[in-house]
Each structure stands twice: as C-alpha cells, then as structure tokens.
C-alpha cells in the first residue's frame, strides 16, 4: 500500500460559498477552522478505532448499513419500531437526492488531500465526488431522526450514536472535512422532519388522564385473571403448518408468566382433552352450533367472554379489535377491569394503549395501573366501538375482504375488494346532524384523531370525550380512487370533497332504509336512524407504568 494518497494539489481546497481560504471573511474563517480540524482529527490517534471505523465508513455505503437496519427493526415484530424503520428509510429517500443531485453540484467542494491521514485509515479507494455536503452523513441522520422520531430512547439512541460514528468517520478517513459532516447531517435531519409534512409521527402512548386513573392489588401469579384466547384471531395460520399460531403462542406466554391464571382457547376444536378450550366447545355444543365462523361463532365468543368476566377479578383478552371490542363489553356488564393482549392483524386499540405484545400486557398487569377510557356506543342496540365505527365505501370494503380472505388471505382479499368497491358502489343519501349528504364513505373515531384525511389513523388520547367525525362526499370515479387511496395510506390528506368534525353525538338518517356499519372492523346491520353518543370514561383498562 502507498504511503500517501492525494485527491488534489497541495493548494487550500475550495470553501462552499467561494474563496480559497485567503482573506479575512467569515467564509473565509470558517474554511481555515474547517481546515485546522481536519487536521487535527487527521493527527489524531484512537487505538482499537484504527480498524473499526474506516469498515463503518465502508459499510455505509449506498446505504446498506441503514437497509439493514431497518430489516432489522422490521423483522422484531412491533408496529412501533417498523414506523421506525419506515421513516428513516423515507428520510433516506429525500436526502440523498438533495445532496447528491443538488448539494454537491452546487458547491463543487473539492476533496481533502489525505497526507496527513494514516494510511491505515484508507482501506478502500476514496470517492471522487464533490465533498460538500457529506452524503453518508446525510444518510445517517436522516435514517437516525426518523428513527427517534418513533422509535423509544432504548432503539432511537443506539442509531443515533451508530449514524454520528458513520459522520465522524468520514473525517477520520479522510473522506470529508468536518463542515462537509455538519452540512450532511442538517441536510439529513430537515429531511426526516420533512416526512411529518404527508405522513405524521404518532404518540408512543395514547394519553389516559392521570386523574382518572386507579390502582390494583394484583395477585402473585394471575390469580383472580380470566384470559380468553379467540384461536381464529391474527394470521391465517392453518392447522397442518408444524409450528404454533400466533394466538397459541401468546396462550403459552400467559401460561408461562401467570400461571395462576385460567386461560380458555376459544375456536380451536382439536383441543377437545384440553380443560379450558373445552368450556368453550361446551358452550357451543350447549347452543346446537358449531362450524368456523360468522354470527354463530361471534355468538359463542360472547357467551365465553360474559362467563368469563363474570367470575373474573380482572378480564384478559387475546385477539383482535374485533376479539376486544366484545370483551369490552363483558368487562362493562360485569364491572371488571379489562387486559388488552394484542393477538390480531391491527391491534389498534392494544396500539393506543401502548401494548404491542404479550409481555408489554404482562408488565401492565403485574404494574397493576388501571385506566379509564372512553366507550362510543350506537343506538338502537347493543353497539359498543373502541376505535372507529365506519359506513360507506369503506364497510363493503370490509364486507367483500372477510368473503375473500379464507381463500386469498387478507391482504390479497383486501386489495380485490378495494378494486370491486371502486367499480361499484354508490353514495349514501342521508341525513346527517339534520343535513342532507350524499355520503361515500365516512369514519367516526372514537376520541379526536391526530391524522389527517379521511382515515383517523392513531389518537393523542383516549378519554376526550368527543367523536372525530370524517366524511367524503363525492361521485366520480377519479376522486374515489384518490380518497380510497387516502384511506389505505394511513390518512393522507388526497380526498376530495373531505368534511371533518368534532362532537360528542352524531345522528344518521338513512334516506333508503338500513345500512351497514363496520364496527371496529366487524361489519353490522343498522337501522334507517341511529345516534351516536359517548359514555365518558366508562371502561377499565390496565395501562403500561410509562412510555416504553
């Protein structure tokens, strides 16, 4: 290996805004001090490093240090950390161009000449781009601000120090001067806050005001705790596949960490010698129903869940919001707190909560902090809703994807659905708080959603004591592509004809008799007139000690 490699004379390299460091400018200081700091980290010496860092600087590179890690976040699991992983990818996505398609044409930097720089440093060939700005530091900040923007400290703050060793070390060999590094690194930051602008960051937790929260005397080892497994609950797993469900798998972490506890398995006939999922066969051999699925099944569960919180200290639920949303309502008859374990597709009410597994669930009940949270309720009839209830587009949507996915899976089923709902269906007439609408598709959230667009996507809170009402009015087709659009992307704001707002009752008229309503994902059948209310902090929950 030579001793030495040069990128340039020995002339004082070009500073951004003009000048070659002669005179007494500010510009002109500034590329002196730049300067006198490369050489002083070029003369530096940091034993164990002297290997370390230029394989950091190396494996940065387009960026395959960061898909990594985003594969990385993605593969743990929890929605909060593949957010994560997602916006600092989009961050990535919108600096690179700025610097390297704009930055660096722009200013036209030239490179440092590396004598100083040990040639042990220089490991690989040095780029011959323009130095200004740092492009692998823009890349490291804007996948770190993105990250910490969802992710907790325990994750956020371990990439921010990988992505401020990624910028140092193009310094240290000899890549960049250090104005280059800051210039990448603000460059990279103003991205990954740029991405708020069309999709926004979400709350770790959803707030349960601190007046209305209460504390339980939990027992050693789940005594007292009632959990309902529904084994039909998350991913379609089949029963030949050798490896257990996701709902079972959840059902053995209970088992493991509250062994005091009872635990039913709902809708999983091949346990038939097992003593808790046979209450659940029991009671559907009691009834005269069997078979996989719709009313009847949704029938047994409710039964399973009212005799399970009626003789419950505290009510656990494994399943969907769907699964949660019944529980709920067993909780409320019997007055029982209630244990949200997430173990569906969603999960958004466990989501909001702060629960994103069964061992945040776990930490929340032996905490034994309770909650209050609001209930939306619809009547005529028993209709309760945690998250959202919608009409419209959106519920033949749902309709048409259940009717589907037993034979596509869900996310095959929904995209089928939203093609035959696009071709399809046709506005509401209604009457909605006393004037007429022609409805296409509308949400109302229980508790004021922080997204925007017709979708409420995440909540700041959960005892607010207000309806986030959403609805699009619209009739020709390219608008309706536009706002299912906004729908299925999490909220983006792309709807035409979008009416949103705050209350806490709304009354519906149907112009042509009943109509559907998806109740926390699950589809039922109203009525020609119907009002929502809400019942202000009415149901118990067990809720996390603190942001996790």
Known sequence: MQSTYRTAPKTAPAVAGGGTGGGGGLLARLGRLDRD??????????????GVLPRLSHTADHGVLWFGTAAALGATGRPRLRRAALRGLAGIAVASPVVNLLGKQAFRRRRPVVDLVPPVRIRWKLPTSHAFPSGHTASAAAFAAGVAMEAPPVVAVPVAGLAAAVGFSRVYTGAHYPGDVLAGAAVGVLAALGTRMVWPARPAIAKVSPTATEQMAVQEGGRGVVAVVNMGSGSNTGDDTPWPS??????????????????????KPEDDTDEASGVADEAAKASGRGGAGGGEQDDDLTRILDDAASRADALAVVGGDGTVNAAARAALAHKVPLLVVPGGTFDHFARALGVETVGDAVTAYRDGRIGRVDVGRVAPGDITFLNTASFGAYTHLVSRREKLEGRLGKWPAMAVAAIRTLRGFEPHDMIVDGIPRKVWLAF???????SRGPAPTWRSSLNDGLFDIRLVEIGHRVPRVRALASVMGGGLHLAPGLRDWKSGVLELTHKNGGFKLAVDGEVTELPSTVRFTIEPRALQVFVPLRPH
Do not use: M, Q, T
């Open 37 to 50: 700091a490369f050489a002083w980290v070029a003369a530096a010496r940091l034993p164990g490093l002297e």
């Open 246 to 267: 996701r709902a079972e798998s959840v059902a053995r972490i209970l088992e493991r960490e509250l062994p005091d506890a009872e635990i039913i398995r709902f809708g």
């Open 444 to 450: 109302v959230g229980n508790g004021v959603y922080g």
